[in-house]
């Protein structure tokens, strides 16, 4: 409604999905796809499969030229383990607009914590056959996954908040019913109702 649209911003929602079934077409381990952002990925574990189809929406972002890129995703188990269940991670290219998001976050009182894209991490996603793989290994897995995601936004501003944690909760606590949390949309809204 007028009342939460944001004035002198244009924003764009961008929902990739796909049904995640299995049939005999489905990706392999050790194959190479090129998705939208014509970057080649070979496939080291096909449970990454979400950040294949974030990767082609952020790809189609930067075409429609904005001056920000903001990804939510329930993306790795591991920024769970480094922030737990309450907190979401983080990464940017940009300081600046992290720290800003981190305000908006802070005054709706959801729960962010910037993580670092290390960049010694990306060596991980280096592969003989193609641009990048699609995982690194074990050891910080987070930041390798935001590594990856970086790799589709070209040199456009962009935030990629990881909320493996924070988006389920199996008991309520606050003001989040037992389920499916909605969060990061209170920071979001604040955010983009204080843009200049």
Same mark, same amino acid.
């Given at each position: 409604?007028?009342?939460?649209?944001?004035?002198n911003?244009?924003?764009? *929602? =961008?929902?990739?999905?796909?049904?995640n079934l299995? !049939?005999?077409?489905?990706?392999k381990v050790? @194959?190479?796809?090129t998705?939208?952002?014509?970057i080649?990925v070979?496939v080291?574990?096909?449970?990454a499969?979400g950040r294949?189809l974030l990767?082609d929406?952020?790809?189609?972002?930067?075409?429609?030229e904005?001056d920000?890129i903001?990804?939510?995703?329930?993306?790795?188990?591991?920024?769970?383990?480094?922030?737990g269940?309450?907190?979401a991670?983080?990464?940017?290219?940009?300081?600046?607009?992290?720290r800003? *998001? =981190?305000d908006?976050?802070g005054?709706?009182?959801? !729960?962010?914590?910037q993580?670092?894209?290390? @960049?010694?991490i990306?060596?991980?996603?280096?592969?003989?056959?193609?641009?990048?793989?699609?995982?690194?290994?074990?050891?910080?897995?987070?930041i390798s996954?935001?590594l990856?995601?970086?790799?589709?936004?070209?040199?456009?501003?962009?935030?990629?908040v990881?909320?493996?944690?924070?988006?389920m909760?199996?008991?309520?606590?606050?003001?989040v019913?037992?389920?499916?949390?909605?969060?990061?949309?209170l920071?979001?809204?604040d955010?983009?109702?204080?843009?200049?």
């Amino acid at each position: 409604t007028s009342r939460t649209r944001p004035r002198n911003v244009e924003v764009h *929602f =961008l929902v990739p999905t796909a049904e995640n079934l299995v !049939s005999r077409d489905a990706y392999k381990v050790m @194959e190479i796809v090129t998705g939208y952002g014509g970057i080649s990925v070979e496939v080291l574990n096909t449970d990454a499969e979400g950040r294949l189809l974030l990767a082609d929406a952020l790809a189609y972002a930067t075409e429609l030229e904005p001056d920000e890129i903001v990804d939510c995703a329930t993306l790795t188990g591991s920024c769970v383990v480094a922030l737990g269940n309450e907190t979401a991670g983080v990464f940017s290219n940009d300081d600046g607009f992290a720290r800003r *998001f =981190l305000d908006a976050a802070g005054a709706v009182d959801e !729960s962010m914590w910037q993580m670092p894209l290390t @960049e010694r991490i990306e060596e991980q996603l280096k592969s003989e056959f193609a641009d990048t793989k699609n995982v690194g290994t074990r050891w910080g897995g987070a930041i390798s996954a935001g590594l990856f995601l970086r790799k589709f936004v070209k040199d456009f501003t962009w935030l990629h908040v990881d909320l493996a944690g924070p988006a389920m909760t199996e008991k309520e606590w606050e003001y989040v019913n037992r389920g499916g949390t909605g969060f990061g949309v209170l920071t979001l809204h604040d955010y983009a109702s204080t843009a200049e």
